[in-house]
């Protein structure tokens, strides 16, 4: 740590990232333990926790683990909850769709121990394959939401949101965006939440949902999310999770949620007229202070990051006349992060005075590329080879090659050139699966060991049992290289006990070693894999070098 930093942190302040924020609330509210599977912008949540584990002795604070994905994570977080344990779920928010189905029906049980799920999106899709809001699925599960400004907030409404949850029995999402996630601050922290008892359900029906249990809990649920609203309405704004400030004879209204606040106090002292302002930070969102706001205001501006829930659910519930104008009427653009300098815009400010350039600046391009010596490189390098030397075979429309989520997917840029698509976690092998049926050959889907762990082994046991005519090339690097070099869930030795066990053939499943000595070896396994009519595995293994020298620090 640096001088700086030791500096300013007192003995109740820490320098955190906005991860670091929540995972040090959920471990000050009593957490008990916390799941997760890595993915930017939100795997610092449980890299926090993991160090923190690591230096406990051992049986003491929470447990943190790693999990095969996102929906075995949210599995084991309901489990925790269910044995009457404070429990985190991690993920990021595409992370949200693999565990929307223990999401969706977790929120009809009658949780009675505090349950957080703390949701990373990535609004200008920094590291992540669309821009989905979170808020959207908390609002169609019917659980509150809350929606961090600061560091220090997403601190303090993580601590809240474990009571919110075990106030109303009921899972509270916290959504964090990437901005918020990844900088860091001073939060002053609170003593921690004293024990309590772990208890089992005193009810198992209402954690049983069978359609005429399930029909009882929905009931339970429409009512309680008019209680939450009531409750957010007064509670929050006592406890400053929505603020509204009406300016008497202002026009303009604005709406904010997260960083939009501080975007729009960094423009106020650029505008003549201080507009009156409703800032968001809980959802469902403050119906009543909306309408207060609107009743007050010819125009509302509604400034949130994702897309334009809010402004939507504005002009639903106004009989006003009032113009709302936001991302969806062009105001602010309709894709990427807010930035002080959009905000500026919509509010009608001139652009702020920059230095002009006196020459044009060109910087030469750097594309993200594998680290030098990565085992990908060598894998592609074969794979290339490959399916140069399969010229005679009969076929079809190929080759295909459907890739997956990890480094490897930078294997579509040049110099490889080598992956046709990048969709979700696992759809490499569904896809070939697909495009095999529909009589593409040769095709070939590429898998990294942890996503075959996350999402591939079940698209696995489909081509398996038809003995579809596919490849799946297995890049073992025995890491989760992309979002740092965590370990994966399974150790390289069960990968092909894996393949073996959803029923690929024991000739056609082969391990080959993806080192650049190997490389004549590695290309005539793939080519024999390739030319074989049917489903054929080849496991490429080598160590990703950044896990290797985490290994050799003793980090990983
Ligand atoms: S982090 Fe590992 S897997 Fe990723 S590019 Fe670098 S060496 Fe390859």
């Known amino acids: 740590m640096s001088n700086l930093i030791a500096a300013r942190e007192t003995s109740t302040q820490r320098v955190l990232l906005g991860d670091e924020a929540v995972a040090q609330a959920a471990v000050d509210a009593g957490l008990s333990a916390a799941?997760?599977?890595?993915g930017t912008p939100s795997t610092e949540i449980m890299e926090h926790l993991l160090r923190r584990s690591r230096r406990a002795t051992p049986g003491e604070g929470p447990l943190a683990r790693w999990c095969a994905n996102?929906?075995?994570?949210?599995?084991?977080?309901?489990?925790?909850?269910?044995?009457?344990?404070?429990?985190?779920?991690v993920m990021k928010h595409v992370g949200l769709n693999v565990a929307a189905d223990p999401f969706m029906n977790s929120a009809l049980l009658?949780?009675?121990?505090?349950?957080?799920v703390a949701v990373a999106d990535d609004p200008g899709m920094h590291s992540s394959q669309n821009e989905q809001d979170s808020r959207a699925y908390a609002e169609m599960a019917h659980v509150p939401c809350l929606e961090p400004a600061t560091q220090q907030e997403a601190y303090d409404m993580t601590r809240r949101a474990f009571e919110l949850s075990e106030r109303f029995r009921t899972p509270v999402l916290v959504r964090m965006v990437t901005r918020l996630a990844h900088s860091r601050t001073a939060v002053t922290l609170r003593p921690p939440a004293p024990e309590r008892p772990h208890l089992l359900p005193a009810d198992p029906t209402a954690w049983t949902l069978l359609p005429a249990n399930?029909?009882?809990?929905?009931?339970?649920?429409?009512?309680?999310?008019?209680a939450i609203e009531r409750y957010l309405a007064k509670e929050g704004a006592e406890a400053d999770l929505s603020m509204l400030t009406l300016r008497p004879g202002a026009d303009l209204g604005v709406v904010t949620t997260g960083l939009a606040r501080g975007y729009l106090l960094e423009a106020l002292n650029g505008l003549e007229e201080r507009p009156s302002h409703l800032h968001v930070g809980a959802y469902p969102a403050p119906e009543e202070a909306l309408r207060r706001l609107a009743a007050s205001v010819d125009t509302i501006l509604v400034l949130e990051e994702g897309q334009p829930l809010l402004e939507r659910r504005l002009r639903g519930i106004l009989t006003t006349a009032v113009e709302v104008i936001g991302r969806e009427t062009g105001a602010l653009p309709q894709d990427g992060e807010l930035t002080p300098d959009t905000v500026r815009a919509a509010l009608g400010l001139a652009e702020r005075p920059h230095a002009e350039?006196?020459?044009?600046?060109?910087?030469?391009?750097?594309?993200?590329?594998?680290?030098t010596g990565?085992?990908?490189?060598?894998?592609?390098?074969?794979?290339?080879?490959?399916?140069?030397?399969?010229?005679?075979?009969?076929?079809s429309g190929g080759p295909l090659v459907t890739g997956d989520i990890g480094c490897y997917t930078l294997g579509a840029l040049p110099p490889f050139r080598a992956i046709d698509s990048c969709v979700c976690m696992g759809a490499s092998i569904g896809m070939a699966r697909g495009a095999a049926d529909a009589g593409v050959r040769p095709v070939v889907a590429v898998i990294g060991d942890s996503t075959f762990l996350h999402s591939g082994i079940q698209p696995l046991l489909d081509a398996a049992t038809d003995d579809t005519d596919m490849t799946v090339l297995i890049l073992d690097n025995g890491a989760v290289g992309m979002t740092g070099a965590q370990d994966t869930v399974a150790p390289s030795s069960r990968l092909e006990p894996i393949a073996l066990a959803v029923g690929v053939h024991p000739d056609c499943c082969v391990v080959v070693d993806a080192h650049p000595r190997k490389l004549?070896?590695?290309?005539e396994v793939l080519q024999q894999a390739i030319e074989h009519r049917g489903l054929s595995v080849v496991i490429a293994a080598r160590e990703c070098i950044e896990h290797a020298r985490l290994r050799k620090r003793g980090a990983a």
């Open 35 to 38: 799941y997760g599977y890595p």
């Open 70 to 89: 996102e929906k075995t994570a949210y599995e084991s977080a309901l489990g925790a909850a269910m044995a009457g344990g404070r429990a985190l779920v």
């Open 110 to 116: 009658d949780l009675h121990a505090g349950l957080v």
């Open 214 to 226: 399930a029909r009882r809990r929905w009931r339970v649920v429409l009512d309680r999310q008019r």
């Open 357 to 371: 350039l006196t020459e044009p600046l060109v910087l030469p391009g750097r594309p993200p590329q594998l680290c």
């Open 374 to 395: 990565c085992p990908h490189r060598d894998s592609f390098t074969a794979l290339d080879r490959a399916l140069g030397a399969v010229d005679g075979m009969e076929q």
């Open 520 to 523: 004549d070896q590695m290309t």
